[in-house]
């Protein structure tokens, strides 16, 4: 192979973008960006086979910040932009992210359908377990007696969703948690995430040093899982009932039919063309 015929190789820095990130100092999405672009390097893709679609919040700025194929979404609807493309492109390799709220309150039934319905796609939720953009409201994630936004200064009274619990409970094939802390373990998950055959779940605690300063105490408390990936889906609900949400790790990993709408059906612009031809 000559040299103007062989494959590059791209490096991290070569999937950021020259847009600087505008987030806190300190703020967890710094390393989810650079575990994401570890990910994609690692994995030796290109950036043009690559597309990363986002919704609304602190997080979802992250599509600006990649020098993939990007779209910056609205509030709720990243994983059904995803799914359009995805169908519409099935050779893309499709990564989604976004926040807690985006992803579990507006967008939280778009997220159990898209965990049943397990098309080829990574979605990562930074969960900082509040809504930072907004300036500090509580999130479906916030523990009930959180007294430190204005909106709720009792607390909300609400039981947290459970994110891994619930992406099983909807059929998920792939769930992981990884810390911001760690970012070459969750730049791991993010490579197993990826190279997985259906909808894989990656929840990334991300600590908001704003609005949630005590969340930077939990480089302390994160620990990996002792037992191994599961691929019973009892076992994994046990893992996940059974741990205060502070583990990283692959929890549950299983093989189910991938869904491809149109699958062997010519999507590129010449066939689409071609309807339109009197």
Known sequence: MDQASAPITLTPRDFK???????????????VLNAMTKALAFLGLARQDVA???????SSRIAAYTSVFGFHGVHGRALALASGLKAARPDLTVLVAGGD????????????????????LTYIIMDN????????????????????????????????FQPAGLALTAGASFIAR??????NGLAKILVAAIQHKGFSFVQALSPCPTFRPE???????VT??????????????????????MSSGIIYRNEYPVFQPGAGVDHGMGSIESEFTI
Not at 52 to 58: A, D, F, P, T, V
């Open 215 to 221: 969340q930077m105490q939990w480089k302390k408390h």
């Open 178 to 183: 990884g810390f911001t802390g760690d970012p």
């Open 129 to 160: 377990e509040v809504y930072g953009m907004t300036k500090g409201q509580a999130s479906p994630t916030t523990a009930p007696d959180w007294t430190d936004s204005k909106l709720t200064p009792r607390g909300t009274g609400i039981r947290p």
């Open 17 to 31: 973008s020259a847009i600087k990130p505008v987030w806190c100092p300190g703020c967890g999405d710094f390393s």
């Open 52 to 58: 990363l679609i986002s919704g609304i919040g602190c």
């Open 101 to 120: 709220g985006d992803g579990l309150s507006i967008g939280g039934n778009h997220f159990i359908h898209a965990c049943r319905r397990n098309m080829d």
């Open 224 to 245: 990996a899982f002792e037992e191994e990936t599961s691929s019973d889906p009892v076992e994994a609900a046990q893992r996940i009932q059974a741990d205060d949400g």
